[in-house]
């Protein structure tokens, strides 16, 4: 028989219950409380460790070897912003942005489908997408030969840093004084 059926037959009966209704009703919620208990047990025992999807590459300091992979063009667009190094981004310069080759150091950036090279300068931070290892300014893509796809297959050989160098004892112009 349906809950509200026995209560209305109790009450005929003059069993005594004063609320019969709320009686039925707090028996349905107990049994549901039960189930809903029992199913978050079991979601519980059967849960996967709580693990990120995907894991990223570790990050180094800086490279010490040669890295090969994709470079991508800066945009002329950003011609006159802020670089991380604090200069300003001139897109004809021979400038590049590594994640982890360390600011101000040059490099050797080889094309690997036509074999041109050209020696850059580290002054920025990127690129963004992981797949590609360096963002190249318009001017060293046109010397590396990369056309009209934006991107292209490159090697980067950390060169030594210059120290014997004028360049490298004079201060650089335009920064702030301490």
């Not at 037959?9 to 029992?38: I, K, N, S, Y």
């Not at 490099?107 to 690129?127: E, F, I, Q, Y």
């Not at 991107?151 to 120290?163: E, F, G, I, Q």
Request: glycine share 12%.
């Amino acid at each position: 028989m349906k809950g509200w059926r026995i209560a209305l037959l109790c009450t005929a009966l003059g069993f005594g219950l004063v609320d019969a209704g709320a009686a039925v009703a707090r028996a349905a919620h107990q049994r549901e409380g039960h189930h809903r208990a029992e199913r978050q047990v079991a979601r519980q025992h059967h849960a996967r460790p709580a693990t990120p999807r995907h894991t990223p590459p570790k990050r180094t300091r800086h490279a010490a070897g040669v890295q090969h992979g994709h470079a991508s063009i800066y945009a002329s667009s950003l011609a006159g912003r802020r670089m991380a190094d604090g200069t300003r981004f001139n897109p004809h310069a021979a400038t590049v942005a590594s994640r982890t080759l360390p600011l101000g150091s040059r490099a050797r950036v080889t094309n690997l489908k036509n074999g041109r090279s050209v020696t850059v300068r580290v002054t920025d931070r990127g690129p963004r997408p992981r797949r590609r290892i360096l963002d190249v300014s318009p001017g060293v893509a046109g010397q590396l030969g990369m056309g009209r796809t934006g991107t292209a297959p490159v090697s980067v050989l950390p060169l030594p840093s210059v120290t014997g160098r004028a360049e490298a004892a004079t201060p650089p112009r335009g920064g702030r004084r301490g």
